[in-house]
T-cell receptor, first 114, second 111 residues
Framework: AQSVTQLDSHVSVSEGTPVLLRCNYSSSYSPSLFWYVQHPNKGLQLLLKYTSAATLVKGINGFEAEFKKSETSFHLTKPSAHMSDAAEYFCVVSAGGGYNKLIFGAGTRLAVHP | NAGVTQTPKFRVLKTGQSMTLLCAQDMNHEYMYWYRQDPGMGLRLIHYSVGEGTTAKGEVPDGYNVSRLKKQNFLLGLESAAPSQTSVYFC??????????FGPGTRLTVT
């Protein structure tokens, strides 16, 4: 069975410092993995996706994530945080099946301080 | 190209009342989904549809019904609202095996 665990419920960084949001997954086959971002009172926006091509995936707004099969991880990083990055981030794994089932992590709330 | 839209954005219901949430997408996607989002629980799938005229139950279907009479629309109904259905509801759509695109959400309060 597929599952996803976001290791931090809250992360706080200063503007201009690196961001690391951690995600571990469990899957019985080679998964598709996604990171979504949700700004306050907004819908979910796709940041990036891994679908068994390059293991280092670049997304929008300077974010990237690295798929590490040996560690079953898909951590999200950004070299320099911006105030506008403050939001909730969801790591998501595709469970496959006949209807493209997605399994969501519980979310990590990122706070960015001046 | 509006993507995925949801109507209404906010709604307050009294216990026992009914309502329908409308989701529309203009991307010609086959698959559509209804989720609810509650604090600390991520998103949970209520119902989904893999094509016009088809619907199926997700993780938390009790108390909800859905219909997909047209490919571009997916309706979520609450026949008799309960306080436990206070939540934010998101609709999404996708091609068969790709990422899902989400609407802006409907914030529902049941008193």
């Amino acid at each position: 069975a597929q599952s996803v665990t976001q290791l931090d419920s809250h992360v706080s960084v200063s503007e201009g410092t690196p961001v690391l949001l951690r995600c571990n997954y469990s899957s019985s086959y080679s998964p598709s993995l996604f990171w979504y971002v949700q700004h306050p009172n907004k819908g979910l926006q796709l940041l990036l996706k891994y679908t068994s091509a390059a293991t280092l995936v670049k997304g929008i707004n300077g974010f990237e994530a690295e798929f590490k099969k040996s560690e079953t991880s898909f951590h999200l990083t950004k070299p320099s945080a911006h105030m506008s990055d403050a939001a909730e981030y969801f790591c998501v794994v595709s469970a496959g099946g006949g209807y493209n089932k997605l399994i969501f992590g519980a979310g990590t709330r990122l706070a960015v301080h001046p | 190209n509006a993507g995925v839209t949801q109507t209404p954005k906010f709604r307050v219901l009294k216990t026992g009342q009914s309502m329908t949430l409308l989701c529309a997408q203009d991307m010609n996607h086959e698959y559509m989904y209804w989720y609810r989002q509650d604090p600390g629980m991520g998103l949970r799938l209520i119902h989904y549809s893999v094509g016009e005229g088809t619907t199926a139950k997700g993780e938390v279907p009790d108390g909800y019904n859905v219909s997909r009479l047209k490919k571009q629309n997916f309706l979520l109904g609450l026949e008799s609202a309960a306080p436990s259905q206070t939540s934010v509801y998101f609709c999404a759509s996708s091609l068969s095996r790709y990422e899902q695109y989400f609407g802006p959400g409907t914030r529902l309060t049941v008193t």
